[in-house]
Nanobody, 119 residues
Framework: QVQLAESGGGLVQAGGSLRLSCVAS????????MGWYRQAPGRQRELVAV???????NYADSVKGRFTISRDNAKNTVYLQMNSLIPEDTAVYSC?????????????WGQGTQVSVSS
């Protein structure tokens, strides 16, 4: 099993910044993809950013140029640096990890952290 622990959410004014962290523990061997989803009340869950083991990244159009995902393999941690935040970024942000084991691929989720952006 893989456990994911997120931190870094909070309340910030529009234009501000936050950095989310997600630490993976447990059977972390063969985790090849990590990323962040978010979900706001009344809206569908949205993939925000993803990073693969080779370092490649991808972002939702709504956050390109403002958010940066990075990964510290030595610390088993993935980060989401969020700059120029806008009220529309308000959501619960959840970290996920995709691991391929002997039985096939499995996805693991963190508990989520609230990000609130005031106007």
């Amino acid at each position: 099993q893989v456990q994911l622990a997120e931190s870094g959410g909070g309340l910030v004014q529009a234009g501000g910044s936050l950095r989310l962290s997600c630490v993976a523990s447990g059977i972390i061997f063969s985790i090849h993809t990590m990323g962040w989803y978010r979900q706001a009340p009344g809206r569908q869950r949205e993939l925000v950013a993803v990073i693969i083991s080779g370092g490649g990244t991808n972002y939702a159009d709504s956050v390109k140029g403002r958010f940066t995902i990075s990964r510290d393999n030595a610390k088993n941690t993935v980060y989401l640096q969020m700059n120029s935040l806008i009220p529309e970024d308000t959501a619960v942000y959840s970290c996920y990890a995709l691991r391929t084991g002997p039985s096939g691929p499995n996805i693991y989720w963190g508990q989520g952290t609230q990000v609130s952006v005031s106007s």
